[in-house]
Structure formats: structure tokens, C-alpha cells
């Protein structure tokens, strides 16, 4: 077997900037690799040399994130959107098709590497150079997004708080309160609402002369592809919509009907959603950043001390930033340092239980980084979305008998009702999430009011049933909260994909703890270098998202809904 060239990408290379990265890829190019191992060497050596630029282009990502009023953050961050990507997207187009016309390419060993070759090919197939400035266009609007959102906060309670810091106040126990904390929130991205859409709008027309550009028609063609979604269609997409609809929103309405019994109110407002319904205040569970680090390694340490000791290994090297602080982009995520092989996770806690959820949802896309890292090559370490959120999923769910490290014994009931309640609603908002985007890109040349209906109407089908009385034109554009139409468009399906895998996951878990987690580490450990159905298959799974399927599922969530105190 063929091994990396030593050396051939320096240690201390600066892979953000394209005049250092320049003569390694002119020494690619130039390679003759009409030999099955001086394919194989290539293959690795250019995976190394794409971990470099991949790690500096993570490293400004974060740094702009971290700190959105940072200008020196922002420019660096620029400099690389327009300078640097654009050229190494013509480079890769270049090194995959060099992979591609290879007189080797077939001698190649089918096991390890008819994965890799599957997306090189369709990437060959789908690349037009007149849309990388496109690409780069779309990405400095999507920065654009991020920095408004990063700068929105509120005066609320005598302090200027950030929206992420507001959602406390959605769990207090005083309607009245709740309702001035939504309207302060929803009022004050009703300022920016119009300078979103204007990034939207041309968002839109760009995406779409992109799939044109590449033969493709149409955005959603060309996403699928250069998403290498080779397991499902867009009819898989609709079949997904039409199982969340018979079998999640019935057990969603009758939450609903519950909530408003036990609220003792007329109807659901907006801000009834997080309350706790016996008025018990709500769930605190950490002091600060720190404490949440604490109890988040004694949670995973009882679960599995593999993974106790993998989350440790995060809690030194700069791989974790979790508070929430004026000027810090909104959200959370984990992205893989690619050189050093090593997990950074972003997130906004603000002390509530959602931000347990995002912890250990976090580290699960960690643990998956970590199990895969000694994989040489970079793409066979990012895993499809649709199985990276298993792994992260999995621990959301798998978590429930280790709250106690962050709860009493009656506090762990409501956390774990609370989880599988949002459960319920969050199926449902994957579908309106994914199906407005289909259509979006469908019929690219719509209004912006025909965007608004279209949202409406996929809202009346897989809302909660919320009065939204005198809100109206807030719920027209209640989607601007989500960053994935923004700055990951099509990336949305993944997560209730992977839902279904997590849930089958977390039954085995609930029969045999050990097994589903050997299944676990078994199937993480493979990253992204089987087929998509393989990874599900290795972890016990069934890659289906059907109505069967989910309904199986949904009547298990009802059920433990039933057992559990309220």
C-alpha cells in the first residue's frame, strides 16, 4: 500500500494564504499518476495538503464567529472568501479531475476507494469555473447574515442582553414577562428583517444561476449532487414530509392541547412554548461555562469512559468556546482542526437545559472527529451529514439516565419530558425547514410575498397550534432565525435523517447499553468511508424515513411520554 509523501506539506505551512499553497498544488498537477501507487500517493499527499487549507479556513471561521465586531477578524476572513477559495476550488476541480482521467484510477482497490471516486466524479461532472465567483458571492452574503445576527441584542431587565441570553426568559413563569422578553426578541429582528430578505433575495438568484451554470437546471439538482446525496431524492424528501405530517403532528397537537389544559389559557401564544406547565421555575442546570464542562465529563465518564476520557481531551487547546457574550455569532457548532486532528465546539450557553442538550449534542459530533482521526484521508474523516448527526443525536438521547449531574431526581423527569416534548416539535420543524427550501429553489423566480405565503402555508401544516393573533407579520418571516437556509442551504433533511437513526440507537441503548455503544464507536470509527446505508447498517440501524418507520418510532416517544412524571 501506498504511503504519503514525507514532508511534502511543511508543518508550519500557513494554508490561508494561496501564494504558499500555490507550488504544492502545481507539483500535484504535474505528477504523472498512470501507476496504481503513484495514484494512491497522490490521493494522500493532496489530502494532507487540503487538511492545511481546511484548518486555516476553519481557524478564521471561528475567529470571525467568536467576535463579530472584530474588523481585523472579518478582513482575514474575507481575504481568504475571495482570494484564496476561489482558487483552490479551480485547483480541486483540476487535482479531481487529474484522480478521474488516471489510467490507474480502475486498478484502485474497489473497498477503500469507491467511495472517494464516487464524489470526485460527480464533483468533475458539476463543476463550472464561471461559478466560482458565484460561490464566493453566496459565502460573503452568508457572512453578511451572521455579523447582522451577531450584533442583535436587547435592553430587557435593566441590561443589554443577547438573543440567546433572552431565552431565559421564555421559561419565567410570569406570562406577562414571557410575552414583553418574545415581543423585545421578535421586535427587534423585525429591524433587520428587511436587510435579510435583500441578502435572501440575492441569495436566491445567485444559487440558481449556479445550477444552471452546471448543467443542472436548478439549485436543488445541482445541492444534491455537490451534497453527494447518492442514497436519496428529493421524492425521498417528500415521503420524509408526508410520514412527519401523519405520524409526528398528531402527537405534536395533542402536546399542544395538553400544554393549554395545564396553562389554564384560552389559546397557545408564541410565548407559552417553554414554560414549565405547573409553574415550577425553570431548569437550571449550571452556574457557568466551566460548571457545564464539569458535569458534562461525569455525565459521559458514567456513560462510557472511552468517551469521558475523549470529552477531556477537549478541556485544554483552545477547543472550547461556550458562553454567550455580546458580538458572538449566535448558534453552535463543532468543526475538526484538520492538521492538528483536533475538535473545537462553539456554542451560546445561557444557563438553561437546552444548553445541556447542545453540549452533549456537541460533543457527539467530537467523538466522532476523534474515533475517525486516524484515518489519512480528509475526506473519509467528514462523515455524511446524515450519520455525523446520528453520532451527535445519539447523545442527546442516550443522556437521560446521567442527568442527575445536573439535576435532582424530579428535575430529571421534567428534563427528560422536555427533551422528548422538543423531540416532537423538532421533526415537524425539520420538514417546514427542508420543504421551504424546496420550494424556494423550485420556483427561484418568486416574490418576496409569495415567499411569505409559502412559508405560511407550511407553517399552518407542520406548526404547533399557536394563536398568532396581532403577530401576524412576525410569523412571515419567522424563518430568518434559522442560519441554514443562509449559510448552509439544503443542509436540514440531515438532521431528521439522522433523527430516526439516533431514536433506533437509543432503543438498542435502552435494551442493551453496551451493545448500542459498541455499535456506536464501531460505526463512528468508520467516518465517511462507507456508502451512506453501510454506516446506518454497521451501527444496527435501518436507513429508512418512511411513514412505517417513523410512526414505530413516534408511538415510543408517546409512550415513554407517558411513563414519565410530569
Given at each position: 500500500?501506498?504511503?504519503?509523501?514525507?514532508?511534502?506539506?511543511?508543518?508550519?505551512?500557513?494554508?490561508?494564504?494561496?501564494?504558499?499553497v500555490?507550488?504544492?498544488?502545481?507539483?500535484?498537477?504535474?505528477?504523472?499518476?498512470?501507476?496504481?501507487?503513484?495514484?494512491?500517493?497522490?490521493?494522500?499527499?493532496?489530502?494532507?495538503?487540503?487538511?492545511?487549507?481546511?484548518?486555516?479556513?476553519?481557524?478564521?471561521?471561528?475567529?470571525?464567529?467568536?467576535?463579530?465586531?472584530?474588523?481585523?477578524?472579518?478582513?482575514?476572513?474575507?481575504?481568504?472568501?475571495?482570494?484564496?477559495e476561489?482558487?483552490?476550488k479551480?485547483?480541486?476541480?483540476?487535482?479531481?479531475?487529474?484522480v478521474?482521467?488516471?489510467?490507474?484510477?480502475?486498478?484502485?482497490?474497489?473497498?477503500?476507494?469507491?467511495?472517494?471516486?464516487?464524489?470526485i466524479?460527480?464533483?468533475?461532472?458539476?463543476?463550472?469555473?464561471?461559478?466560482?465567483?458565484?460561490?464566493?458571492?453566496?459565502?460573503?452574503?452568508g457572512?453578511?447574515?451572521?455579523?447582522?445576527?451577531?450584533?442583535?441584542?436587547?435592553?430587557?431587565?435593566?441590561?443589554?442582553r443577547?438573543l440567546?441570553?433572552m431565552?431565559?426568559?421564555?421559561?419565567?413563569?410570569?406570562?406577562?414577562?414571557?410575552?414583553?422578553?418574545?415581543l423585545?426578541?421578535?421586535?427587534r429582528r423585525?429591524?433587520?428583517r428587511?436587510?435579510?430578505?435583500?441578502?435572501?433575495?440575492?441569495?436566491?438568484?445567485?444559487?440558481h444561476?449556479?445550477?444552471v451554470?452546471?448543467?443542472?437546471?436548478?439549485?436543488?439538482?445541482?445541492?444534491?449532487?455537490?451534497?453527494?446525496?447518492?442514497?436519496?431524492?428529493?421524492?425521498?424528501?417528500?415521503v420524509?414530509h408526508?410520514?412527519?405530517e401523519?405520524?409526528?403532528?398528531?402527537?405534536?397537537r395533542?402536546?399542544?392541547e395538553?400544554r393549554?389544559?395545564?396553562?389554564?389559557?384560552?389559546?397557545?401564544?408564541?410565548?407559552?412554548?417553554?414554560?414549565?406547565?405547573?409553574?415550577?421555575?425553570?431548569?437550571?442546570?449550571?452556574?457557568?461555562?466551566?460548571?457545564?464542562i464539569e458535569?458534562?465529563?461525569?455525565?459521559?465518564?458514567?456513560?462510557?469512559?472511552?468517551?469521558?476520557?475523549?470529552?477531556?481531551?477537549?478541556?485544554?487547546g483552545d477547543?472550547?468556546?461556550?458562553?454567550?457574550?455580546?458580538?458572538?455569532?449566535?448558534?453552535?457548532?463543532?468543526?475538526?482542526?484538520?492538521r492538528?486532528?483536533?475538535?473545537?465546539?462553539?456554542?451560546?450557553?445561557?444557563?438553561?437545559?437546552r444548553d445541556?442538550?447542545?453540549?452533549?449534542h456537541?460533543?457527539?459530533?467530537?467523538?466522532?472527529s476523534?474515533?475517525?482521526?486516524?484515518e489519512?484521508?480528509?475526506?473519509?474523516?467528514?462523515?455524511?451529514?446524515?450519520?455525523?448527526?446520528?453520532a451527535?443525536?445519539t447523545?442527546?438521547?442516550?443522556?437521560?439516565?446521567?442527568?442527575?449531574?445536573?439535576?435532582?431526581?424530579?428535575?430529571?423527569?421534567?428534563?427528560?419530558?422536555?427533551?422528548?416534548?422538543?423531540?416532537?416539535?423538532?421533526?415537524?420543524?425539520?420538514a417546514?425547514?427542508?420543504?421551504?427550501q424546496h420550494?424556494?429553489y423550485?420556483?427561484?423566480?418568486?416574490?418576496?410575498?409569495?415567499?411569505?405565503?409559502?412559508?405560511?402555508?407550511?407553517?399552518?401544516?407542520?406548526?404547533?397550534?399557536?394563536?398568532?393573533?396581532?403577530?401576524?407579520h412576525?410569523?412571515?418571516?419567522?424563518?430568518?432565525?434559522q442560519?441554514?437556509?443562509?449559510?448552509?442551504?439544503?443542509?436540514?433533511?440531515?438532521?431528521?435523517?439522522?433523527?430516526l437513526?439516533a431514536?433506533?440507537?437509543?432503543?438498542?441503548?435502552?435494551?442493551?447499553?453496551?451493545?448500542?455503544l459498541?455499535?456506536y464507536?464501531?460505526?463512528?470509527?468508520?467516518?465517511?468511508?462507507?456508502?451512506?446505508?453501510?454506516?446506518?447498517e454497521?451501527?444496527?440501524?435501518?436507513?429508512?424515513?418512511?411513514?412505517?418507520?417513523?410512526?414505530?418510532?413516534?408511538?415510543?416517544?408517546?409512550?415513554?411520554?407517558?411513563?414519565?412524571?410530569?
Amino acid at each position: 500500500m501506498a504511503t504519503a509523501t514525507e514532508g511534502f506539506v511543511p508543518a508550519d505551512l500557513d494554508g490561508a494564504q494561496i501564494e504558499n499553497v500555490q507550488p504544492l498544488i502545481d507539483e500535484l498537477i504535474n505528477r504523472d499518476v498512470d501507476q496504481p501507487e503513484a495514484l494512491e500517493t497522490f490521493v494522500l499527499d493532496r489530502s494532507e495538503l487540503d487538511s492545511a487549507t481546511s484548518e486555516a479556513h476553519v481557524d478564521l471561521y471561528v475567529s470571525m464567529s467568536r467576535h463579530t465586531d472584530d474588523e481585523a477578524a472579518k478582513k482575514a476572513y474575507l481575504q481568504f472568501v475571495e482570494h484564496t477559495e476561489p482558487k483552490l476550488k479551480k485547483a480541486a476541480f483540476e487535482l479531481d479531475n487529474k484522480v478521474a482521467a488516471s489510467a490507474a484510477v480502475n486498478e484502485l482497490d474497489k473497498e477503500r476507494y469507491d467511495v472517494l471516486l464516487e464524489g470526485i466524479r460527480s464533483d468533475v461532472e458539476i463543476f463550472c469555473e464561471k461559478n466560482i465567483p458565484l460561490f464566493t458571492e453566496d459565502t460573503k452574503l452568508g457572512q453578511e447574515y451572521g455579523e447582522i445576527r451577531g450584533a442583535m441584542s436587547v435592553h430587557f431587565d435593566g441590561e443589554e442582553r443577547t438573543l440567546p441570553q433572552m431565552a431565559r426568559y421564555f421559561e419565567d413563569t410570569d406570562r406577562s414577562i414571557r410575552e414583553r422578553a418574545w415581543l423585545s426578541v421578535a421586535e427587534r429582528r423585525d429591524q433587520d428583517r428587511d436587510r435579510i430578505d435583500d441578502i435572501f433575495d440575492r441569495m436566491v438568484q445567485i444559487r440558481h444561476q449556479i445550477g444552471v451554470n452546471a448543467g443542472l437546471g436548478d439549485y436543488r439538482s445541482y445541492m444534491f449532487r455537490a451534497m453527494h446525496r447518492f442514497s436519496y431524492t428529493p421524492k425521498d424528501c417528500v415521503v420524509f414530509h408526508d410520514a412527519v405530517e401523519a405520524t409526528c403532528i398528531p402527537v405534536l397537537r395533542q402536546l399542544d392541547e395538553q400544554r393549554k389544559a395545564q396553562l389554564n389559557v384560552s389559546e397557545l401564544r408564541p410565548w407559552d412554548l417553554d414554560v414549565d406547565t405547573h409553574g415550577r421555575e425553570p431548569l437550571r442546570p449550571f452556574r457557568d461555562a466551566d460548571d457545564l464542562i464539569e458535569r458534562s465529563s461525569r455525565l459521559f465518564h458514567r456513560m462510557d469512559p472511552q468517551l469521558g476520557t475523549l470529552f477531556d481531551s477537549l478541556r485544554s487547546g483552545d477547543c472550547l468556546d461556550l458562553d454567550s457574550r455580546m458580538n458572538k455569532q449566535p448558534g453552535g457548532y463543532q468543526v475538526f482542526r484538520e492538521r492538528q486532528r483536533v475538535p473545537f465546539i462553539f456554542m451560546n450557553a445561557a444557563g438553561l437545559h437546552r444548553d445541556v442538550e447542545t453540549m452533549v449534542h456537541e460533543a457527539g459530533h467530537a467523538f466522532h472527529s476523534l474515533l475517525s482521526r486516524d484515518e489519512p484521508l480528509i475526506a473519509y474523516r467528514n462523515p455524511p451529514i446524515e450519520f455525523a448527526e446520528v453520532a451527535s443525536m445519539t447523545m442527546e438521547l442516550t443522556s437521560f439516565p446521567y442527568l442527575d449531574e445536573f439535576y435532582t431526581e424530579e428535575e430529571v423527569g421534567r428534563a427528560q419530558r422536555r427533551q422528548l416534548q422538543d423531540l416532537a416539535k423538532m421533526l415537524p420543524w425539520i420538514a417546514t425547514i427542508d420543504a421551504f427550501q424546496h420550494w424556494i429553489y423550485e420556483t427561484p423566480t418568486h416574490s418576496r410575498q409569495e415567499r411569505e405565503e409559502a412559508w405560511l402555508n407550511l407553517e399552518e401544516r407542520f406548526g404547533s397550534s399557536l394563536d398568532w393573533s396581532g403577530l401576524e407579520h412576525f410569523r412571515r418571516c419567522a424563518w430568518h432565525r434559522q442560519l441554514h437556509p443562509f449559510q448552509v442551504p439544503f443542509y436540514y433533511i440531515e438532521y431528521g435523517i439522522a433523527q430516526l437513526g439516533a431514536l433506533q440507537l437509543w432503543l438498542q441503548f435502552r435494551e442493551d447499553p453496551e451493545r448500542a455503544l459498541r455499535n456506536y464507536a464501531k460505526a463512528l470509527s468508520l467516518g465517511g468511508s462507507r456508502p451512506l446505508p453501510e454506516l446506518f447498517e454497521t451501527a444496527g440501524l435501518e436507513f429508512r424515513f418512511d411513514t412505517p418507520m417513523m410512526g414505530k418510532l413516534m408511538d415510543t416517544v408517546a409512550d415513554v411520554l407517558t411513563e414519565l412524571p410530569e
